[in-house]
C-alpha cells in the first residue's frame, strides 16, 4: 500500500496548467494547441481546456497563425499575455530607491527612480518611502489595465527567508525586520519576496538568459560587492543562505593583513 497523500484532482490540474503555461514561456515560437499536446503528452481535449482557462485568466494570448504552406487551416499560436498579471520590482540602494513593473514577457511598462543618499534615514523611513514608490508604480499599473500580483524588494545585505535584513553595511543596518515594517503599509495585501539584491539579480538574469543558461554566478558593484549564485538553474544560497556575500570579511582580513605588515619592523 503507497503511504503517500493521495494526489487530488485540484493538484493535477495545478500541475497541468503551470505545465502548459511554462511551455508557452519557454517556446521558440508560439505553440498552437496541437504543438503543446505533442510536447507535453496531455490530449488535445485537456490542452484545449487548460488553454481556455489560461487565455480567460489573462495569462495567455492568442496570436495570428503563421502562413501556412500545406493543406489545413493554419492553427493560432498561444504567447504569454501582455496585459495580464504583473511583478512590481522594488530596489534600495545607498543613493537612491528604484522600482519597475514587469508584465509576464518580461518587458518594463513602468518605471521610477528616486534618487537620494538613504544614509543618513532610518530603516522604517527608507522602508516606508520604497513602499510608497511601489503604491505610485502600482497604481500607473492599474490605470494601464495592468494587476499587479505580487511583488520583490532587493536589499544590499544579508537578508534570511523572512524578511530580516540581518546586516546591510552601506545602510548601517543590523537586524532590521524589514517583512514587519512593511506589513502594515499600502503593499500589505502583495504577496513580497525580500532578499539580497544580488540574489534577485541572478534570478532575473537566469529567466532571462533562457534555457541555455545553467550555471554562473552574477556580480554586483554599484557601491560594495555582491554575488548570486546559480548552479543547474537553482540559486545557490550556501548552508548559511549567503553563499555570494563573502567581500566584507575577505575586506576586513586584507585590511587586518595590511595593518600587519605595516606594523612588522623592516629588516635591513
Known sequence: MNGGSPVRQASVRAHNLALVLRQVATASRPPS???LAASTGLTRATVSALVDDLVGGQLLAEVDPAPRLGAG???AGLVLHGYGPAGLGLEINVDYLAGCVVDLTGTVRHRAVRHGDQRPLTPDAVLRAVADLGAELRAEAAAAGRTVAGAALAVPGLVSAGGQVHRAPNLAWHEVDAAGILAGGPLSDLPLTIDNEANLAAVA?????GP????FVYVSGEIGIGAGIVLHRDLFRGARGWSGERRPAARRRARRARGASRRSPRTP
Open 33 to 35: 494547441r496541437a504543438d
Open 73 to 75: 487551416r493554419p492553427a
Open 205 to 209: 538574469e537566469l529567466h532571462a538568459g
Open 212 to 215: 541555455a543558461l545553467d550555471s
